[in-house]
């Protein structure tokens, strides 16, 4: 109470904090650096026969797959994405161990769009995350789309799960993309995440940032998986900066 007393007689005060914790938020855009709300729009997810469903439809049947699990292309380290940034393997591999806990309590949910904040609103709740493992450099796993009773006996549309599950089932791609909080930095000429990133969550969204990075039937996915190695074995952008801090450091 002394303190929003004291807030009461000094509004400029009150104004700058509020401005300073907007700050705190703010997305950071492709090509910026700084601090802020990370958000990579990484994969499709779409389902290998649409047609089936859709005969099944025809034929009067209404067959709901429960759960409605798909598999997904998650994100990749060391890979410049659409927005120009590289997830060092480092500090994508420490915040997927950190998520696994989260997997494990079933508590690794997304929502449908982006939202522009750091925390996660459960009416919006489209997915839970169900499995995640590295393929080289490629996070790959398994979520299950969040579907009501109503839809799956009568497809009648009511939860944000239910919305993703009637787009997929018509055989339209959707993206997963990821949301955290951390720094970006500017390091020879690439922009670089920062060791602070804190993974928040993968939401559903219309359109992908990380090449290659699709949601499907496994042998579907296996084309967009990446190994640490190249084919003419040159070293990767981390190892350069190592190699250039050693460099210094001697």
């Known amino acids: 109470m002394l303190i929003y007393k ?93 998520y696994q806990e989260k997997i494990n309590d079933r508590r690794a949910m997304g929502e449908l769009n982006h939202p522009a904040e750091s925390t996660i609103d459960l009416g919006r709740i489209a997915i839970n995350i169900i499995e995640l493992h590295w393929e080289g450099r490629t996070l790959v796993g398994k979520l299950e789309i969040n579907t009501s009773y109503g839809f799956r006996k009568y497809g009648i549309v009511t939860t944000r799960g239910d919305e993703m599950a009637n787009l997929l089932m018509n055989g339209l791609k959707i993206g997963v993309s990821s949301r955290g909080v951390g720094s970006v930095e500017q390091k020879l000429g690439q922009y670089i995440v920062g060791d602070d ?54």
């Not at 049947?61 to 890979?79: H, R, S, T």
């Open 197 to 250: 990133f804190e993974l928040i969550c993968w939401d559903v969204v219309s359109d992908p940032s990380t090449p290659g990075a699709f949601i499907g039937q496994p042998e579907e996915l296996q084309q967009y998986v990446e190994t640490n190695t190249t084919t003419n074995d040159k070293p990767s952008l981390n190892e350069k900066i190592s190699r250039i801090k050693n460099i210094l450091n001697s």
């Open 6 to 98: 004291y807030l009461e007689k000094d509004k400029y005060l009150l104004i700058k904090i509020i401005t300073m914790k907007k700050a705190e938020l703010e997305i950071i855009k492709e090509g910026k650096t700084g601090h802020g709300i990370l958000i990579e729009q990484d994969g499709y997810m779409f389902i290998k026969n649409p047609q089936v469903i859709k005969e099944s439809l025809e034929a009067g049947e209404w067959n709901v797959p429960y759960p409605f699990v798909v598999d997904a292309v998650f994100q990749k380290f060391g890979v410049k994405n659409a927005n120009g940034r590289i997830y060092p393997e480092e500090v994508l591999k420490k915040q997927v161990e950190l």
